[in-house]
């Protein structure tokens, strides 16, 4: 069974940086797309990024391209989210996925991914 573990979410506040981890318990990088998602108190979930299985292709969501950058390291079998500029419209548990593509596809909705991490809570204050 793939499982994802979070990491490195906090309290942080606006303008400032925070890099989320994503630590996988099987190789990812042959296999896998990875992204992540977000989800605020009563908002649907929703894609920031994702990255392809092969980390040459990359997607982001209007509301953080040029702020958030994801990278992969496939020897270590993590993934990573950089976030600058941060606001607190950024406040959200934020997860981490895996779904199976093609080496250059970088799936964008959930129903894509089958394996889901349990999130790390990034707060963005004012």
């Known amino acids: 069974q793939m499982q994802l573990v979070e990491s490195g979410g906090g309290l942080v506040q606006a303008g400032g940086s925070l890099r989320l981890s994503c630590a996988a318990s099987?190789?990812?990088?042959?296999?896998?797309?990875m992204g992540w998602f977000r989800q605020a108190p009563g908002k649907e979930r929703e894609i920031v990024g994702s990255?392809?299985?092969?980390?040459?292709?990359?997607y982001y969501a209007d509301s953080v391209k040029g702020r958030f950058t994801i990278s992969r390291d496939n020897a270590k079998n993590t993934v990573y989210l950089q976030m600058s500029s941060l606001t607190p419209e950024d406040t959200a548990v934020y997860y981490c996925?895996?779904?199976?593509?093609?080496?250059?596809?970088?799936?964008?909705?959930?129903?894509?991914?089958?394996?889901w991490g349990q999130g790390t809570q990034v707060t963005v204050s004012s």
């Open positions: 996925a895996a779904a199976l593509a093609g080496s250059f596809r970088v799936a964008t909705t959930p129903d894509e991914y089958a394996h």
């Open positions: 099987e190789r990812t990088g042959s296999t896998y797309c």
């Open positions: 990255i392809s299985r092969n980390g040459v292709r990359t």
